[in-house]
């Protein structure tokens, strides 16, 4: 109640004589606290008619226990269940209708238009490489520097922005460092989240949903780097569109959280993507994904998922690309809270059928394969341990041979510092087979995390 009776003096204070131009009249502020004064009246009242429920449910309730039989007290307490499951749900769907598409200063997103949920995330650190030519590892590097902006737009539809500044460090064939830092839209959308028919709707740039990791930030990664697939795949910031994202919950007879999700986007791929093909591609590309979460008891759970990405990789239709996903995950916790004991098993395998665009006569497909599984034990409140394998060949490369490959294990402890900040040590082994050489590399790998301003929910690997 508080909360709705300080709007009033907020947008008188607006509209004194320090505001910017275009503020609303002393009309207009007037109409706005009637209109806020007849809301607080309408809950008092609903709050009213509330306390005469509860006392009638009370009174009913009284009746039951001085019940003569068992089958009487269950025909009554069935009869208030129906009722109030009844009342719930008219209630739901008035609030949802009242609420969709509902842009105006009325709305709830006008809560927070001055004060939306703001975080910035620094990514740093450095490495070492046993190759000390390798200029593009053996330094600190500020890896990424992310401003994640939230709020609620409307009962059903908030809007998200992410901006993001990325220091990317490359090796090129030549020994030679290429450093990379610019500032991008990292994602940018409307979220309508409650949509009739449990759809849910994303509107603008998103990170795709094919398979688990894509999904994820960097600062949000279980490990210091992305699993190689998804770098050789999608790029070193994996896959991030441009376009429209509709999801499903599914309703099943087993009532289980199935959930199917359909993107249709621009083939450039956002990035660097080597499975599509860039800006000038032909348009559009189509995402499918579908996932299935199971609780297998109280306190671990099982998902896969499947995932298929159709494109283009040049300007010529008939260059089409074609990924395929498989995404495994299974999460335990311990059943007593307090010890702070958790497992992670992950793993996603992919594989392309793509064209690879060399020129009027050398044209030809490229089948790629690749697949990463990682496992990680939480032994402490604040301290995680974990083991990753990777292995990927490299989809639509020109340069690359149909029997390159690159492999990798890395070791990992990850330690929470604080509730703002995390601290990580990696190690890789490293062999790889790439332009008819082969070749070996050890990588140590250190990462500081930081969070300022709001504090985002936790990724799903963690407890605390």
Known sequence: MRRVKAWPIMLVAWSGPGSAAGRPSDEDVRDLIKQMNKRIEALEQRHQTDQERIKNLEQRLAQIEQSDTDEQRKAEAEEIKTEVKEEIKSELAATQRAGLFD???????????????????????????????????????????????????SLSVDGVLIVAMHEEIESEANGDVDIDREVDVEEGYLDFHTLPYDLALRVGKFRNAFGRNNLLHTHDLPQVTRPLVIRSFFGGEGLTTTGLSLSWLVPNPWDEYIETTVE????????????????????????????????????????????????????????????????????????????????????????????????????????????????????????????????????????????????????????????????????????????????EEDALFLQFTGVIGSHPPHPYWVRR
């Open 103 to 153: 842009l105006s200063t009325g709305a709830v997103g006008s809560g927070n238009a001055l004060n939306p949920q703001i975080t910035v995330f620094f990514d740093t650190g450095g490495s070492l490489s046993s190759d000390g030519s390798n200029n593009a590892l053996n330094r600190f590097n500020l890896r990424e520097v992310e401003l994640d902006i939230r709020a609620a737009i």
């Open 264 to 439: 249709v986007v621009n083939a450039d791929g956002g990035h660097e993507s080597p499975i599509l093909g860039g800006p000038n591609a032909d348009n559009p590309a189509v995402l499918g994904h579908v996932k299935f979460f199971h609780d297998v008891t109280e306190t671990s759970s099982f998902e896969v998922g499947g995932s298929y990405l159709f494109g283009h990789t040049s300007d010529d239709p008939d260059f089409d690309a074609n990924a395929f996903g498989l995404d495994l995950t299974y999460h335990w916790d311990d059943p007593d809270p307090s010890r702070f004991r958790s497992w992670l098993v992950q793993s996603e395998l992919f594989w392309s059928h793509n064209d690879v665009d060399r020129g009027p006569f050398q044209s030809s497909r490229n089948d790629s394969f690749g697949a990463y599984a990682f496992a990680q034990y939480q032994i402490g409140q604040n301290w995680y341990v974990g083991l990753r394998g990777d292995y990927t060949e490299f989809p639509n490369s020109e340069t690359r041979g149909a029997d390159d490959y690159d492999v990798a294990v890395s070791p990992y402890v990850t330690w929470y510092i604080t509730e703002f900040l995390r601290a990580r040590l990696q190690y890789e082994h490293r062999w790889f087979d790439l332009d008819d050489g082969s070749a």
